[in-house]
C-alpha cells in the first residue's frame, strides 16, 4: 500500500516537473528562434478566432441573436414577405455594411499609405489589451506600426507580426500610460480597465468635453477625444475622461500605416 | 477523464475565442482535481498567443498565465495528496 502511494507519488512529481521543464524549453525554443513559437500561436489563434467572428457576425446579420419582441416583429413581416427576396435583403445589407465600413477606410489610404485589414479577434479575448488582425508580413505589416480606426484615430500599435497575422497593442489598454496634450496642454493619460484612459490636469487648464486629444508618440495624430471633466472646488486638479469615439472591440476593419509615425 | 477532456478543450478553445477568465477557470479546476500539465500549457498558449514577444517592460510582457498554470499545478499538490489519495 505504502509502495503504491510512493510510486503515485513520484510519478505525479515526475509529471509536474516534466510540465515544467516543457514549459522553460518552449520559453527557450521562442527566445532562441526570434519568436516563432508566438508566431505559431498566434496564426492558430488568429485562424481560430477569426472563423468564429466571421460565423458569429454571420449569425448576427442573419438576426440569429434578435430580442424576442423583434423577432415577433420580424416574423408578422416575414407573413408578409416572400422568404427569397427576404434572405436576399439580408445577404445585401451585410455586404452594404462591410462596403461602408471598408469606404470609410478609401480615404484613409488615399492620404496615407497603408493597409486596411479586418479585425480578427475579440478584444475581449486578451487580458493583456491586445487584439490580433488579419495581416501579417505577406502583406507588408511593419513591427510598430501604427493602427488607425476609420475615423482617424490611433487605436494602437503592432507589436507582433506573423505571416498573415499581426498582434497589435492597444494604446489606451489597463495601466499604459501615454503623454498627450488636450489642446495645447500637456497630460498624462492612463489607460482603464474600460478602454478608456483618465488624467490629472490643474484646475486652471480650460478643458471641454470633446476636446480632441492627440499624442507626439504616434506623430501628433489624435488618440481620443475628451469624454467627461470631473473637479471638485476642494481639488486642485481635475480628472479629464478620454475615450475612443468608437468601441475597439466593435471594430470589424483597422488601417494598419507603412509607417511607424 | 470525460470532464478532464472537455475541461481541456473548453479552455484551449476560450483561450482563442472566449474572455480570458475562461481559460483561467478551466486551469484552476483542472488543478484542483488533477495534477494537469495541460493546465500549463493553457497559460502558456495564452501568453503565446496574445502576447508580443517584446522584451518584459512592464507588467503587459510578463507571462502571467503561465506562471499562474505553474503555481496551480504545484500549489494544489498538497491538497490534491490530502485528499485525493
Redesign the interface.
Known sequence: MMNL?RR??SG?KR??V???L??AV??AI?LLS??K??S???N??GD??GT?VRVFQALKDSGFFRTRASLAAQNQDLQTTIARYQAQADAYKALKEENDQLSLFAHLAQDNSGTTTPVVS?S???????FLIGAGATENIKHNALVLSDDRFVVGRV??VSIHTS?V?QLL?P??SIDALIGKSPATFVGTASGNAKAQVPRDIKVAVGDVVTSGSVGGRPIGIVGKVVSQSSDAYSTVYMRLPQNVSAMRFVFVLASTQ | MYVRIILGFIGFLGVMTGPWWVPLTCMVLLCIRWSAPEAVLMGLFLDLSWQGSMAATSWHTWPIFTALGLVFLWGLEPLRRRFLF
Not at chain 1, 475581449?124 to 491586445?130: F, L, R
Open positions: 502511494y503515485t507519488n505525479t509529471r509536474l516534466m510540465a515544467t516543457l514549459v518552449l520559453f521562442d526570434g519568436g513559437v508566438h505559431l500561436a498566434q492558430i489563434t481560430v478566432s468564429t475579440s475581449h479575448s486578451s487580458p493583456y489589451g491586445t507589436i507582433d498582434l497593442s489598454s495601466d499604459k
